[in-house]
């Protein structure tokens, strides 16, 4: 069992930065790999950025290639999510999820998902 708790969300000006962080419960953190994904209003969650168990390969969404950066320390059970230069197009609420392997892009294959941090850009 892993439980996923988000942090760091707010109130950003256009341009602006935040950072996300992900922290997670349970011994094996570093034999999953991690994904955010992020629901805007009125529209479908997407996969933005995932990153290996290991730290070592990452997936990004063409939308945030680039300006978003995930990385994570595991002694810290922590995954952060990078974001900069961020766009009023980027308000939504972003999600940490994780699964057993190797990155997953598609919802229907996250074993955990945390509860999500919501992150609003003002232009």
């Known amino acids: 069992q892993v439980q996923l708790v988000e942090s760091g969300g707010g109130l950003v000006q256009a341009g602006g930065s935040l950072r996300l962080s992900c922290t997670a419960s349970?011994?094996?953190?570093?034999?999953?790999?991690v994904s955010w994904f992020r629901q805007a209003p009125g529209k479908e969650r997407e996969f933005i950025v995932g990153?290996?168990?290991?730290?070592?390969?990452?997936e990004y969404a063409d939308s945030v290639k680039g300006l978003f950066t995930i990385s994570r320390d595991n002694a810290k059970n922590t995954v952060y999510l990078q974001m900069n230069s961020l766009k009023p197009e980027d308000t939504a609420r972003y999600y940490c999820?994780?699964?057993?392997?190797?990155?997953?892009?598609?919802?229907?294959?996250?074993?955990?998902w945390g509860k999500g941090t919501l992150v609003t850009v003002s232009s």
């Open positions: 999820s994780c699964n057993y392997g190797d990155i997953e892009i598609w919802e229907r294959y996250m074993d955990y």
């Open positions: 349970g011994r094996t953190f570093n034999r999953y790999s």
């Open positions: 990153i290996d168990y290991s730290g070592e390969r990452r």
